[in-house]
């Protein structure tokens, strides 16, 4: 109710927003820009991938360096993903395995264009 009643008296100011507001609102729709850059949800209807590339693992990662600006865990987290174990076998699990064939592209319900945001990924957070 507080939170109602908060919108309701902001949106009924009748003057204008000061400067210092304006600044602080436009770095508020920077920080949404980054969400919005990745909305990947982990339903996983991309997978399997021929590569074996994780890629709801690799876009977790890479939301957490995104929105919380941890890199330095990131990069650890994301150099385990290639450890991951499937009947035995250490498959490779990182972005850098993409081949860019493309069908999990066309299989994402939120239309990420998961090609291209796997590439960043390992850009991002490959090892030098
Ligand atoms: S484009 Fe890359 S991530 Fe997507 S299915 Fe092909 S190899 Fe896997
Ligand atoms: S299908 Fe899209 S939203 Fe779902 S896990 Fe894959 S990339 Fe994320």
Redesign the pocket.
């Known amino acids: 109710m507080q939170h109602v009643l908060e919108n309701v008296a902001t949106a009924s100011r009748a003057e204008p927003l000061s400067g210092e507001e304006r600044v602080r609102l436009a770095a508020m729709l920077e920080e949404n820009k980054k969400l919005a850059q990745l909305y990947c949800t982990g339903c996983a209807y ?1 997978m399997p ?3 074996n ?1 994780d ?1 709801p693992g690799n876009f977790t990662a890479m939301n957490y360096y995104w929105i919380y600006g941890l890199k330095e865990y990131v990069q650890h987290a994301y150099a385990r993903l290639g450890r991951h174990k499937v009947e035995g076998e250490a498959i490779p699990a990182r972005a850098a395995s ?8 066309e299989k994402c319900p939120q239309h990420i264009p ?2 291209a945001q ?1 590439k960043e990924v390992e850009a991002a957070l490959g090892q030098p």
């Open positions: 991309c991938c021929p590569s590339v890629i993409c081949l860019e064939c493309g069908p999990c592209e998961t090609m796997i």
